[in-house]
């Protein structure tokens, strides 16, 4: 199909379209209105897709939280980041953002709307409400990456809410600040979840749908679930609402169990195989291998944490000598080149599959969101690390064992349970670092990763980032476009966020 484009892209592709007689060969037994069912399996990809991609999940979150190490080309382990990786996610982001707009534009407009209801789609209100529910997805990824972004409200009209408008298209739209941005998502997803509560015995999108096939109920707990985590962020700068929407949520209903998790499914097949799967396999790399510090953790090798984690043999593979190694992190390309990709452990293959299950949004994060929200209560901390068990699979015993070794709730340790939990999610796991600073035994500037005997000689490898502060990046830049066909507007940007640079901390993680 014809994508209308993102705000600030391909701007030269829209004005040949205007060059061009739209009355000439109009087929007339072709259908005016995409289908919305077409649409939501486009966007509902797309979104997936940008999370995890190779560039800003792989090559970044991943990494920066300390998750995964780079077995060859370590620069963005060092927070050397290519400025194309900003673009790419960006661009991604705003087109897939433009076919959740159009699938709510053709449900509200009067011309289309009865049309896109046809065929099982499900009725106007609850496609607009679970596009809505997307929308606020992809514009969190965005503002949690960038900072201040060109933003768009279904429901307000701030004049500061610029994107996505294309009656007529605004190619330079202005940036909203993270406070009111935060507080609008919020309010998209209470209304958004109100109404699929309304319809929850409905279906919406059918088989279209591939994250929860069309199940209203399972949209409208996502919804609520999302608050949780979203309020989470305003805690400390906005108690009023943070307390405001979780208790509604709660209330309302959020997710309850692994049967409720939110998980987009790949293929087998090709081009539609997980994102992990294309960087590793397909491409025939052994790019990434499990961190040395995670490994630690893991293996119960970590003072904060001794019990071995059953999920060591799920999230990692043995090396050559039968044994879980992880890379140290953070070295140089000469320093990595003395580990193979045999002496350590790579990605297991429960999650390196083609058809793995990405997860936007599960149970055990839900439960430590309340346990915290309980002043980090033991039992929610219990149901989380419960959940995420079950979830990769541990038999009952192990995950009785393991529960009677894990120290007592509190923050440290419910926020390091939720770090090995959120294991794949890594924006998410890189946001929750930059939120609390859990964990806090990661590897910072000058810090040692490595002494022992390569070669016959004694070595030892310190930690030496090439850009930033010496930490984990606090966001990525802007795309370079941005800075010429967007300009009055990313100067605004900078001035009123700070300059647009890596350590900039966003206003969320303040």
Known sequence: MNFKLL??????????????????????NRPAAVPTTSLIVTAQKRLVDNLRSEQV???????????????TYTSQSRYD???????DYWQGLYLTLNNLQEIIELNSNAATRDIVTANGAGRNATQIAIS?????????????????????????????????????????????GQEKIY??????????????????????????????????????????????????????????????????????????????????KYSSSSPNEAPLYRATVTANRKDFALSQPFIEL?????????????????????????????????????????????????????YNAANYGEVLMEYSEVAFLISEYNNWSQADYEKGVRASLEKWG???????TYLAALPPANQRNVLNQKYIALFTQFLEVWSEYRRTGYPDFLIKKGDVVYTGIIEGNPVSYTFNPLFGDGGAPARLYYPVKEQTVNKSSYQGAIAAQGNDVLETKLWIFK
């Open 7 to 28: 705000y600030s892209l391909l701007i030269v592709s829209a004005a040949l379209s205007s060059c061009i007689d739209e009355d000439i060969n109009i087929d007339p």
């Open 57 to 71: 999940s792989l090559r970044g979150s991943a990494l920066f939280v300390q998750q995964l190490s780079q077995n």
């Open 81 to 87: 980041i290519p400025f194309s990786y900003s673009a």
């Open 132 to 176: 809505r529910v997307l929308k606020t997805y992809a514009f969190y990824a965005l503002t949690d990456v960038f900072g201040d972004i060109p933003y768009h409200s279904y429901g307000n009209n701030d004049p500061a809410f610029q994107a996505l408008q294309q009656h007529p298209d605004n190619i330079t739209p202005a940036y909203a």
């Open 183 to 264: 507080a609008d998502l919020l309010k998209e997803l209470r209304e958004s979840g109100d109404t699929l509560l309304k319809y929850a015995a409905e279906k919406t999108f059918g088989a279209a749908d591939i994250i929860y096939a069309g199940d209203n109920a399972k949209w409208a707990k996502l919804a609520n679930s999302l608050r949780l985590r979203l309020a989470t962020r305003l805690k400390i700068k906005n108690p009023e609402l943070y307390q405001q929407h979780i208790a509604d949520a709660l209330a309302k209903g959020v997710i309850a169990g692994n049967a409720d998790n939110a998980i987009y």
């Open 298 to 350: 893991l293996k119960g090798e970590n003072n904060q944490l001794p019990a071995a984690d059953p999920r060591l043999s799920i999230y990692a593979l043995k090396n050559n000598a039968g044994a879980y190694v992880g890379l140290p992190y953070g070295l140089t390309e000469g320093e990595a080149g003395k580990f193979s990709a045999t002496q350590v452990s790579l990605p297991g293959t429960v």
């Open 394 to 400: 541990v038999s009952a015993p192990e995950v009785d």
